[in-house]
């Protein structure tokens, strides 16, 4: 006589006994289950969402618009003042002790260092962060000490500046622009009076000013100093650092831009 097939129960029986020998006596899954959640009251649940956006409460508009533009705005005005400094020493002086050019105040701040009517002048966004005492003292100032080498250039006769007092990792120069960062490195470039002036970081142009014109050979003039200023812009000292490609674009630029010498 034949065995009668087993019920549906008893393979159900068998197969949750074949995974607990395996060793397996728990139900898994790839996404987060809330098995013991409990309904709100009522007057704890959310409101619906407006399924369109002419739904919108006129607040819940104000709000919307605010949080899209808030990368307009900015935070604080920092003005040069009804008597700006006259001379590079009174600039590094102001640069070292005003307390509204940065948010943490004067303690750490990095001054720029040159002469005044050099041959050229270098600007990057922020010093390293490497930099205690000296302007790009850190990795990039040594790559840069290594170039200007290469083309002949004195160090004697090269201003170095950064458009910012610290190191500023990831800074919204489009903001620090606005809200008066910008109009204070025209001065301080007014103050250099450079024969030239190179200037690395993908995010400069901002600080630089608006009126630059973006055109692909990196070959430009800030016309915001008198007389106008020849302007190299390349990317920063960081990524030439890490792409010879990079190294290679940038001495294709200079060298284009000083044969005009």
């Given at each position: 006589?034949?065995?009668?097939?087993?019920?549906?129960?008893?393979?159900?029986?068998?197969?949750?006994?074949w995974?607990r020998?395996?060793?397996?006596?728990?139900?898994f899954d790839?996404?987060?289950?809330?098995?013991?959640?409990?309904?709100?009251p009522?007057d704890?649940?959310?409101?619906?969402k407006?399924?369109?956006?002419?739904?919108?409460?006129?607040a819940?508009?104000a709000?919307?618009?605010?949080?899209?533009?808030?990368?307009d705005q900015p935070?604080?005005?920092?003005?040069?003042?009804?008597?700006?400094?006259?001379?590079l020493?009174s600039?590094?002086?102001?640069w070292?002790?005003?307390?509204?050019?940065?948010?943490i105040?004067?303690?750490g701040?990095?001054?720029?260092r040159?002469?005044?009517?050099p041959?050229?002048m270098?600007?990057?966004?922020?010093p390293?962060?490497?930099?205690?005492?000296?302007?790009?003292?850190g990795?990039?100032?040594?790559l840069?000490?290594?170039?200007?080498?290469?083309c002949?250039?004195?160090?004697?006769?090269?201003?170095?500046?950064?458009?910012l007092?610290?190191?500023t990792?990831?800074?919204d120069?489009k903001t620090?622009?606005?809200s008066?960062?910008?109009?204070?490195?025209?001065?301080?470039i007014?103050?250099?009076?450079?024969?030239?002036?190179?200037a690395?970081?993908g995010?400069?142009l901002?600080l630089?000013?608006?009126?630059?014109?973006?055109?692909a050979k990196n070959?430009?003039?800030?016309?915001?100093?008198?007389?106008n200023?020849?302007?190299?812009?390349?990317e920063?000292?960081?990524?030439?650092m890490?792409?010879?490609?990079?190294?290679?674009?940038f001495w294709?630029?200079?060298?284009?831009?000083?044969?005009d010498?």
């Amino acid at each position: 006589m034949l065995p009668s097939a087993p019920t549906i129960h008893e393979e159900i029986d068998a197969a949750i006994d074949w995974w607990r020998a395996a060793g397996v006596d728990q139900d898994f899954d790839a996404d987060v289950t809330v098995w013991l959640s409990q309904s709100k009251p009522a007057d704890e649940q959310p409101s619906p969402k407006p399924d369109r956006p002419s739904e919108l409460s006129s607040a819940q508009s104000a709000e919307k618009t605010a949080t899209e533009n808030s990368s307009d705005q900015p935070v604080n005005r920092i003005i040069l003042g009804d008597q700006p400094p006259a001379d590079l020493e009174s600039f590094r002086d102001w640069w070292l002790t005003e307390p509204g050019l940065d948010q943490i105040g004067p303690r750490g701040r990095i001054a720029p260092r040159g002469q005044r009517e050099p041959q050229l002048m270098v600007l990057v966004v922020d010093p390293e962060l490497q930099d205690k005492d000296t302007l790009l003292s850190g990795p990039g100032g040594t790559l840069l000490s290594n170039f200007l080498r290469a083309c002949e250039i004195d160090q004697g006769q090269v201003y170095f500046a950064s458009a910012l007092t610290r190191h500023t990792p990831m800074a919204d120069t489009k903001t620090l622009a606005k809200s008066g960062m910008s109009e204070i490195l025209h001065h301080h470039i007014g103050l250099v009076q450079p024969k030239r002036l190179l200037a690395f970081g993908g995010n400069i142009l901002p600080l630089i000013g608006n009126d630059v014109p973006k055109n692909a050979k990196n070959l430009r003039e800030i016309n915001s100093t008198a007389p106008n200023t020849p302007l190299l812009v390349s990317e920063g000292l960081d990524s030439l650092m890490a792409s010879p490609r990079l190294k290679a674009r940038f001495w294709r630029s200079w060298l284009e831009w000083s044969a005009d010498e």
